[in-house]
C-alpha cells in the first residue's frame, strides 16, 4: 500500500527555520511531481513547491527565496527547508505525490498533514 510519510513541522519564532520531509513507501512507480501544498484555517489548500521527475521546481511567489525543495523523485523523497518564516507561513503542510499517466499507478497521494506554527 502506498503511503507519504511526513516529518518535521511544529513551532518556530518569526525568522526561523524549520525542515520537512516526506516519502512515498511502497510503490514501484516513481512520482512525476512532488511537493508540498498548505492550508490555513478558512483557505484553500495552496501549492508550496513541487519538484518534476526531471528537476525542475516551481514555488509559490509567497515563498520563493525563503523556502528550498531538494530531493529526488527518482528516491521517491523530497525535504522542505524553510527559512525566515513569517507568522502568515502557519499552516498544515501537506506532502503530495503525482504519478501521472503511468499505467497501474496510483493516483495523487496526500500525507496526512503536519502543523507549521510560527508565532513569538
Known amino acids: 500500500q502506498v503511503q507519504l510519510v511526513e516529518s518535521g513541522g511544529g513551532l518556530v519564532q518569526p525568522g526561523g527555520s524549520l525542515r520537512l520531509s516526506c516519502t512515498a513507501s511502497?510503490?514501484?512507480?516513481?512520482?512525476?511531481?512532488m511537493g508540498w501544498y498548505r492550508q490555513s484555517p478558512g483557505k484553500e489548500r495552496q501549492v508550496v513547491a513541487m519538484?518534476?521527475?526531471?528537476?525542475?521546481?516551481i514555488y509559490s511567489i509567497s515563498v520563493k527565496g525563503r523556502f528550498t525543495l531538494t530531493g529526488h523523485n527518482a528516491n521517491n523523497t523530497v525535504f522542505l527547508q524553510m527559512n525566515s518564516l513569517k507568522p502568515e507561513d502557519t499552516a498544515v503542510y501537506y506532502c503530495?505525490?503525482?504519478?501521472?499517466?503511468?499505467?497501474?499507478?496510483?493516483?495523487?497521494?496526500w500525507g496526512q498533514g503536519t502543523q507549521v506554527t510560527v508565532s513569538s
Open positions: 503530495n505525490a503525482d504519478f501521472g499517466l503511468q499505467i497501474g499507478a496510483p493516483g495523487p497521494m
Open positions: 511502497g510503490s514501484t512507480f516513481t512520482p512525476w511531481y
Open positions: 519538484k518534476s521527475i526531471n528537476g525542475s521546481t
